[in-house]
């Protein structure tokens, strides 16, 4: 068990730039989470997957932000046309869901990706 | 829709002290879960502590405990004997049980706490 892992650790871009973030997942989870985490406050959720399916995606996901999980993986959150709103922590997580237990239920996250939009 | 509130942005304690963080929330479910994540300086996340709503028990940790007052929807965390490595921002979480799929975690606002040696 490696943990989740994120790529990059630190991003600086300029305004309207576009941006890709990955994660690798703890490897027997079949869910991926993402979150954004803005300074002073928690993680929000913006979208998870189950293997490749997209399941629920936030009204805080414009349509300048994607997300995919091809192969039931790693995902790829990808931001275009950046804006200086967008900085921030964006935070990875994963779980292993079979069912309704709790101990399936733990997400574990990943150390994020931080994002200045300059 | 679920509200998490932490109403103590940070707190204080003297190394070996007990400290407690409160969390209120909001919610019309009936079967849900409670955690409380520990986030060091970092940033990677960690479960300190879960709780299951149906279960009146409180859990408990080592150090860590809960008190879980479901029709106050009151989950605090007590850590006994604090050490210095508990430094860290303490994020209480919301996720709703019931209908498997729905697995998205709300969280409070978070309570800075600093271990004073």
């Known amino acids: 068990d490696t943990g989740v892992s994120q790529d990059p650790r630190h991003k600086i871009t300029k305004r309207g730039q576009n941006v890709t973030f990955r994660c690798d997942p703890i490897?027997?989870?079949?869910?991926l989470y993402w979150y954004r985490q803005t300074l002073g406050q928690g993680p929000e959720f913006l979208t998870y997957?189950?293997?490749?399916?997209?399941?629920?995606k936030s009204r805080l996901l414009s349509d300048r932000f994607s997300a995919e999980r091809p192969k039931g993986s790693f995902s790829t959150l990808e931001i275009q046309r950046t804006e200086q709103g967008d900085s921030a922590m964006y935070l990875c997580?994963?779980?292993?869901?079979?069912?309704?237990?709790?101990?399936?239920?733990?997400?574990?996250f990943g150390a994020g990706t931080r994002l200045s939009v300059l | 829709a679920q509200t998490v509130t932490q109403s103590q942005p940070e707190m204080s304690v003297q190394e070996a002290e007990t400290v407690t963080l409160s969390c209120t929330y909001d919610t019309s479910e009936s079967n849900y879960y409670l955690f409380w994540y520990k986030q060091p300086p970092s940033r990677q996340m960690i479960l300190v502590i879960r709780?299951?709503?149906?279960?009146?028990q409180n859990a408990t940790e080592n150090r860590f405990s809960v008190n879980f007052q479901k029709a106050a929807k009151s989950f605090s965390l007590k850590i006994s004997d604090s050490q210095l490595g508990d430094t860290a921002m303490y994020f209480c979480?919301?996720?709703?049980?019931?209908?498997?799929?729905?697995?998205?975690?709300?969280f409070g606002t978070g309570t800075r706490l600093t271990i004073i040696p």
């Open positions: 490897s027997e989870h079949n869910r």
């Open positions: 997580a994963s779980s292993l869901a079979l069912g309704p237990s709790l101990a399936k239920n733990i997400q574990y």
């Open positions: 997957f189950q293997n490749e399916a997209q399941l629920e």
């Open positions: 979480a919301f996720m709703p049980g019931g209908n498997f799929g729905n697995e998205k975690l709300t």
């Open positions: 709780q299951e709503a149906y279960k009146q």
